[in-house]
């Protein structure tokens, strides 16, 4: 297991930072899913389907429907990701089945929801299919029996600002976005972020400034985004510059070129004329040697005046 792995278990399995994440998604960071109806299970389907296949699962029941919901946070593009989200439903589906029906499933049974939120904190753009329709050939006329399966992506890497409506999880949201686009608002630069989104940042991200402000800092709140729009501003300037010397260098290096280049027409301009002019002086005329060498009298007059 990883270091995002381990840290993605430690900040989003945290209850309110979970549902927020779905929260987000789903309802624009309206609190309709509330944390004091999540229940961390050891069942055996929870552990058999966590430990093999995703990140963090926790049951949600308020009473008048029971869901499990899934959480994935991938750091890279998997370009199977659609289809491993569908294994990881039909087996938790059918380790609910094995586990509370024997035989069959009673006639009119519902069955438990499972939804699954792919979060991306990954800095590549994601160009993976989002669909299973773009990872599949589906042929002509086959189009009404294709049955379509989508995931739900949260991708932090975009300027796309979503709510989660609880603190920790929105300022892990905003500092991603904002070291990914190197952007920040100037509303923001003064803002104290939470210090476990701050460490879970700087663990996705390996962004070292990330590090040295969390280690400087104590218990509570942080204020990051002045340090970082330093960095974002040292990291421009020294794009410009080197953009610069590259152009500089280039620019000799061409130079250098078209000198050799004129250097060497120059030189065969040189001795041509020489070979005419001794011709001239053995009695061939310019249009003989004009007829010997396939040029035109012009150009070996024009030489000639040059030499």
């Not at 329709?133 to 002509?140: N, T």
């Not at 509570?220 to 040292?234: I, P, T």
């Not at 004329?273 to 040029?295: C, D, H, P, R, W």
Request: proline residues 2%; hydrophobic residues 40%; negative net charge.
């Amino acid at each position: 297991m990883n270091s995002i792995d381990i840290e993605s278990k430690k900040f989003l399995g945290q209850p309110k930072n979970f549902v927020s994440i779905f929260n987000a998604l789903l309802f624009d960071g309206k609190q309709v899913l509330k944390p004091e109806y999540l229940k961390d299970e050891n069942s055996e389907l929870v552990m058999n389907v966590s430990s093999k296949h995703v990140d963090i699962i926790k049951r949600y029941e308020d009473g008048t429907y029971l869901d499990l919901f899934v959480i994935e946070s991938q750091s890279y593009v998997d370009p199977s990701m659609v289809a491993r989200v569908m294994e990881y439903e039909s087996i938790a589906r059918m380790r609910y089945i094995r586990q509370n029906f024997k035989k069959h499933i009673p006639m009119h049974t519902r069955l438990p929801m499972i939804l699954t939120v792919v979060l991306y904190v990954g800095e590549s753009k994601w160009n993976a299919a989002k669909r299973l329709s773009e990872l599949e050939i589906i042929h002509p006329g086959f189009e009404e029996m294709f049955n379509e399966f989508k995931l739900n992506l949260i991708e932090l890497n975009t300027n796309h600002k979503y709510n989660t409506g609880e603190k920790a999880t929105q300022d892990l949201f905003d500092l991603l976005r904002m070291i990914y686009t190197k952007q920040i608002l100037k509303e923001d630069l003064d803002r104290e972020f939470n210090r476990d989104a701050l460490y879970f940042a700087y663990v996705v991200t390996k962004n070292k400034e990330l590090l040295n402000i969390y280690q400087k800092s104590e218990k509570g709140d942080v204020k990051v985004c002045r340090a970082l729009d330093e960095m974002f501003e040292e990291s421009t300037n020294k794009g410009i510059q080197m953009g610069i010397k590259q152009g500089i260098e280039q620019g000799i290096e061409q130079g250098i070129e078209q000198g050799i280049e004129q250097g060497i027409e120059q030189g065969i301009a040189l001795k041509q004329s020489e070979v005419y002019q001794t011709m001239l002086e053995k009695g061939f005329s310019v249009k003989v040697i004009a007829s010997i060498f396939s040029v035109s009298e012009d150009s070996i007059k024009k030489l000639l005046m040059k030499a």
